[in-house]
């Protein structure tokens, strides 16, 4: 889930509540609804996302060393969808 997570981000920081009806009207994907909150804390503790407070908020951009892994991991499924054609 975090490739989809890092596409959102990608296009404008987000806060934690807003990113599940956004992953179900983009990708057609319904997670649980703490595995967002999850997600986002691990990617903020291996630095490819970061928060900052904004009211009562807590909104996540993508890092570029996220960005970084969002390249690699669209490379990746990439090759996937090409060995798994062939």
Known sequence: MWVYI???????????????????????????????????????????VEARWDENKKYYKITTKGVKLFEEGMEYLSDLIVKLSA
Request: proline share 7%; glycine share 6%.
């Open 6 to 48: 890092l596409k959102l981000l990608k296009e404008r920081d987000m806060y934690a509540y807003e990113l599940k009806p956004m992953l179900m009207e983009r990708f057609g994907f319904q997670p649980a609804l703490v595995t967002p909150y999850v997600v986002l804390y691990r990617m903020e503790r291996g630095g490819f």
